[in-house]
């Protein structure tokens, strides 16, 4: 059972950063599709970025330019390098993995399209 815990999370004022991390255990996940999705109260949950096993990545267009989104699949884990936080980033952030391909290139995949999914890491920021 392959299992996904976001850490990282927390309280950040306009313009800060944060790491947040996504740590896989059950089986090596070099082959899937990783991503990470938000969810602001009252909102759908969205696709934020998500990266191929061969590295290639796509953002959200309220993302782009300020989040990157890597994989170390030595050590089994995501990261999403976020900077110029807006207070609109404000959300649960979850990572999701999937089993298919997510080579297309400037597309960011719908929820629907994964299986995996982790317990959430809240980000809030203020101002």
């Known amino acids: 059972q392959v299992e996904l815990q976001e850490s990282g999370g927390g309280s950040v004022q306009a313009g800060g950063s944060l790491r947040l991390s996504c740590a896989a255990s059950?089986?090596?996940?070099?082959?899937?599709?990783m991503a990470w999705f938000r969810q602001a109260p009252g909102e759908e949950r969205e696709g934020v970025a998500n990266?191929?096993?061969?590295?290639?990545?796509s953002y959200a267009d309220s993302v782009k330019g300020r989040v990157t989104i890597s994989r170390d699949n030595a050590k089994n884990t995501l990261y999403l390098q976020m900077n110029s936080l807006k207070p609109d980033d404000t959300a649960m952030y979850y990572c999701?993995?999937?089993?298919?391909?997510?080579?297309?290139?400037?597309?960011?995949?719908?929820?629907?399209?994964?299986?995996?999914w982790g317990q959430g890491t809240q980000v809030t920021v203020s101002s």
């Open positions: 999701a993995a999937t089993t298919l391909g997510c080579r297309r290139a400037d597309k960011v995949y719908p929820k629907s399209y994964f299986g995996y």
């Open positions: 990266i191929d096993a061969d590295g290639s990545a």
């Open positions: 059950g089986v090596t996940y070099n082959n899937f599709c």
